[in-house]
């Protein structure tokens, strides 16, 4: 199972508005709506800010939403603000009880 | 509260093995289950298995098929994984995670545990 695709790096300035794509195949984004997106600070544990495409849990501001379009799935961050500089991460079931995370994608607040 | 609490740092040596442990609390133990998730320094994230703590039954990454094993005790609450025949290419901070119930929305997270192997 291969990784999840990411863009590198994204950023904006704050009150800006960013989007990350995470890009996958008809056998993990394409077939489920099991994507989760996470954020991950230095030195931290990563915490989920999407969950199922498009849920925010109890607690995630609603500056973060998610939306998925065949293979490829979407966060977007509005009003950034300088604590959602932060490495981000998607995840997707992939069938048969596995996962498979993205690569990573690096929001610089600038 | 929910809470998630992984064993301390171990360094070993290549060709050795390495058990982590991961004790959960706060929560019905049974009813949710456990990943296992790694990070190289400076990498991304990588799943490895999951649990469900219900009936012991796992499911691992094609790529550590075979080298991992991940296993619960329910009477203490606790999953724990193996990993064998570790090289260099292992050391990373390895996280236990629940899962929220709806296919892998892990909504909280152990602290992780630095393994490293070096000789």
């Known amino acids: 199972q291969s990784a999840l695709t990411q863009p590198t790096s994204a950023s904006g300035s704050p009150g800006q508005s960013v989007t990350i794509s995470c890009t996958g195949t008809s056998s993990d984004i394409g077939r489920y709506n099991y994507v989760s997106w996470y954020q991950q600070h230095p030195g931290n544990a990563p915490k989920l800010v999407i969950s199922?495409?498009?849920k925010r849990p109890s607690g995630v501001p609603d500056r973060f939403s998610g939306s998925k379009s065949g293979n490829t799935a979407s966060l977007a961050v509005s009003g950034l603000q300088a604590e959602d500089e932060a490495d981000y991460y998607c995840s997707s079931y992939a069938g048969r009880g596995n996962y498979v995370f993205g690569t990573g994608t690096k929001v610089t607040v600038l | 509260q929910v809470q998630l609490v992984q064993s301390g740092t171990e360094m070993k040596k290549p060709g050795a093995s390495v058990k982590l442990s991961c004790k959960a609390s706060g929560y019905t133990f049974t009813s949710f289950y456990i990943h296992w998730v790694r990070q190289a320094p400076g990498q991304g994230l990588e799943w490895m298995a999951q649990i469900n703590p219900r009936d012991n039954e796992a499911n691992y990454a094609q790529k550590f098929q075979g080298r991992v094993t991940v296993t619960r005790d329910t009477s203490t609450s606790t999953i724990y994984m193996d990993v064998i025949s570790l090289t260099s290419e292992d050391t990373a901070i390895y996280y236990c995670a629940k899962d929220g119930g709806n296919y892998g929305d892990s909504d909280y997270w152990g602290q992780g545990t630095l393994v490293t192997v070096s000789s």
């Open positions: 199922e495409v498009t």
